[in-house]
Protein backbone atom coordinates (compact mmCIF):
# COMPACT_ATOMS: atom_id res chain seq x y z
CA UNK A 1 0.00 0.00 0.00
CA UNK A 2 2.29 2.88 -1.09
CA UNK A 3 2.29 6.21 -3.57
CA UNK A 4 5.15 5.23 -6.18
CA UNK A 5 6.78 8.27 -8.40
CA UNK A 6 8.44 7.00 -11.58
CA UNK A 7 9.34 8.56 -14.77
CA UNK A 8 9.70 7.33 -18.12
CA UNK A 9 12.23 8.90 -20.70
CA UNK A 10 11.59 12.28 -18.26
CA UNK A 11 13.71 13.41 -15.58
CA UNK A 12 11.62 13.58 -11.96
CA UNK A 13 9.96 16.38 -11.41
CA UNK A 14 11.03 18.40 -8.34
CA UNK A 15 8.45 17.13 -6.30
CA UNK A 16 8.75 16.47 -2.04
CA UNK A 17 7.51 13.20 -1.97
CA UNK A 18 6.25 12.55 1.44
CA UNK A 19 4.41 15.71 1.55
CA UNK A 20 2.36 15.02 -1.99
CA UNK A 21 1.87 11.54 -0.56
CA UNK A 22 0.45 12.26 2.58
CA UNK A 23 -1.60 15.22 0.95
CA UNK A 24 -3.27 12.40 -1.27
CA UNK A 25 -3.82 10.79 1.42
CA UNK A 26 -5.25 13.94 2.96
CA UNK A 27 -7.55 15.01 0.35
CA UNK A 28 -8.55 11.00 -0.40
CA UNK A 29 -9.54 11.20 3.19
CA UNK A 30 -11.83 14.25 2.87
CA UNK A 31 -13.65 11.74 0.35
CA UNK A 32 -13.55 8.84 2.88
CA UNK A 33 -11.32 7.29 0.48
CA UNK A 34 -8.31 4.90 1.80
CA UNK A 35 -5.09 4.97 -0.54
CA UNK A 36 -3.94 1.46 -1.75
CA UNK A 37 -1.24 1.23 -4.82
CA UNK A 38 -0.88 4.52 -6.59
CA UNK A 39 1.53 4.69 -9.08
CA UNK A 40 2.40 8.18 -10.60
CA UNK A 41 4.44 8.07 -14.00
CA UNK A 42 6.17 10.74 -14.92
CA UNK A 43 6.39 10.85 -18.82
CA UNK A 44 6.79 12.81 -22.36
CA UNK A 45 4.03 13.99 -24.51
CA UNK A 46 5.06 11.35 -26.96
CA UNK A 47 4.89 8.71 -24.31
CA UNK A 48 1.41 9.63 -23.13
CA UNK A 49 0.16 9.85 -26.50
CA UNK A 50 1.19 6.12 -26.88
CA UNK A 51 -0.75 5.70 -24.11
CA UNK A 52 -3.32 7.51 -25.10
CA UNK A 53 -4.00 5.77 -28.00
CA UNK A 54 -2.90 2.22 -26.93
CA UNK A 55 -5.40 1.61 -24.02
CA UNK A 56 -7.18 4.42 -25.07
CA UNK A 57 -8.02 4.45 -28.43
CA UNK A 58 -7.57 8.51 -28.16
CA UNK A 59 -5.29 9.87 -30.82
CA UNK A 60 -4.59 13.16 -28.67
CA UNK A 61 -2.51 14.39 -26.13
CA UNK A 62 -3.25 15.03 -23.04
CA UNK A 63 -1.97 15.93 -19.39
CA UNK A 64 -3.33 13.39 -17.21
CA UNK A 65 -4.07 9.36 -17.89
CA UNK A 66 -6.02 7.99 -14.69
CA UNK A 67 -6.21 4.00 -14.79
CA UNK A 68 -8.79 3.14 -11.93
CA UNK A 69 -8.12 -0.04 -10.08
CA UNK A 70 -10.38 1.00 -7.22
CA UNK A 71 -11.91 -1.37 -4.71
CA UNK A 72 -15.16 -0.06 -2.31
CA UNK A 73 -13.72 2.54 -0.49
CA UNK A 74 -10.07 2.01 -1.30
CA UNK A 75 -8.71 3.79 -4.13
CA UNK A 76 -5.59 2.99 -6.29
CA UNK A 77 -4.06 3.25 -9.39
CA UNK A 78 -1.99 3.85 -12.07
CA UNK A 79 -1.58 7.91 -13.41
CA UNK A 80 0.58 8.93 -16.03
CA UNK A 81 1.94 12.97 -16.06
CA UNK A 82 3.18 14.24 -19.24
CA UNK A 83 5.66 16.95 -18.00
CA UNK A 84 5.41 18.88 -21.41
CA UNK A 85 2.13 19.55 -21.22
CA UNK A 86 1.81 20.29 -17.74
CA UNK A 87 5.03 22.92 -18.90
CA UNK A 88 2.86 23.99 -21.55
CA UNK A 89 -0.23 24.38 -19.44
CA UNK A 90 1.38 25.90 -16.75
CA UNK A 91 2.77 28.76 -19.30
CA UNK A 92 -0.98 28.48 -21.07
CA UNK A 93 -3.38 29.81 -17.67
CA UNK A 94 -0.34 32.00 -15.78
CA UNK A 95 0.49 29.82 -13.03
CA UNK A 96 4.25 28.63 -11.81
CA UNK A 97 4.90 25.34 -13.10
CA UNK A 98 4.93 23.56 -9.43
CA UNK A 99 1.41 24.79 -9.08
CA UNK A 100 0.26 22.98 -12.06
CA UNK A 101 1.98 19.54 -11.49
CA UNK A 102 0.47 19.50 -8.23
CA UNK A 103 -2.88 20.64 -9.63
CA UNK A 104 -2.39 17.45 -12.29
CA UNK A 105 -1.09 15.11 -9.38
CA UNK A 106 -4.52 15.96 -7.31
CA UNK A 107 -6.55 15.71 -10.43
CA UNK A 108 -5.97 11.80 -11.07
CA UNK A 109 -6.73 11.12 -7.33
CA UNK A 110 -9.71 13.30 -7.83
CA UNK A 111 -10.42 10.65 -10.54
CA UNK A 112 -10.11 7.66 -8.54
CA UNK A 113 -12.44 9.33 -5.65
CA UNK A 114 -15.13 9.43 -8.23
CA UNK A 115 -14.82 13.20 -10.10
CA UNK A 116 -15.68 13.34 -13.52
CA UNK A 117 -14.91 16.22 -15.81
CA UNK A 118 -16.60 15.24 -18.96
CA UNK A 119 -20.36 16.02 -18.61
CA UNK A 120 -22.50 19.12 -18.56
CA UNK A 121 -21.34 20.83 -15.27
CA UNK A 122 -18.41 18.67 -14.08
CA UNK A 123 -15.27 20.72 -15.39
CA UNK A 124 -16.51 23.08 -13.28
CA UNK A 125 -16.91 20.48 -9.84
CA UNK A 126 -13.57 19.17 -10.64
CA UNK A 127 -11.82 22.79 -10.84
CA UNK A 128 -13.47 23.76 -7.49
CA UNK A 129 -12.69 20.38 -6.12
CA UNK A 130 -8.68 21.25 -7.32
CA UNK A 131 -8.72 24.18 -6.05
CA UNK A 132 -10.14 22.97 -2.39
CA UNK A 133 -7.17 20.03 -2.83
CA UNK A 134 -4.55 22.53 -3.25
CA UNK A 135 -5.71 24.82 -0.44
CA UNK A 136 -4.73 22.28 1.94
CA UNK A 137 -0.69 22.71 0.56
CA UNK A 138 1.75 24.90 0.94
CA UNK A 139 3.00 25.55 -2.52
Given at each position: MAISYQTDGVK????????????IRQVAHTYHKKTSDIAY???SDERILEVNRQYLQHDY?????????????TISGD???SLD???????????SYKRELHR???HGILHLCGID?????????ME????????LINL
Amino acid sequence: MAISYQTDGVKMPPIERRKISSWIRQVAHTYHKKTSDIAYIFCSDERILEVNRQYLQHDYYTDIITFDYDEGDTISGDIFISLDTVRSNAELYHQSYKRELHRVIIHGILHLCGIDDKGPGEREAMEEAENNALALINL
